[in-house]
């Protein structure tokens, strides 16, 4: 986004970046959006995929946890 066009919305979206997890914030940064509903847009649906990681993740742990629990209690 070109800063001396649009000198508020730069700020805006300068901080709204800043404050997500470093993860997505160097996604983001890289995207080269245009406006700071596409940075929204793109930085909530790069938190949705690493929330849906995150739960399949748990969910594996803990169907690996129950089995060896299921296997000791022969």
Not at 40 to 49: L, R
Request: with cysteine.
């Amino acid at each position: 986004m070109c800063d001396r066009m649009f000198p508020e919305e730069s700020a805006k979206v300068e901080r709204y970046i800043g404050s997500l997890p470093d993860m997505i914030h160097g996604s983001v940064k890289a995207s080269k959006t245009q406006s700071m509903k596409e940075e929204i847009e793109f930085a909530t649906e790069m938190m949705d995929k690493k929330m849906l990681t995150h739960a399949e993740c748990q969910a594996e742990h803990k169907r690996k946890f129950d089995d060896t629990s299921r296997n000791n209690q022969h």
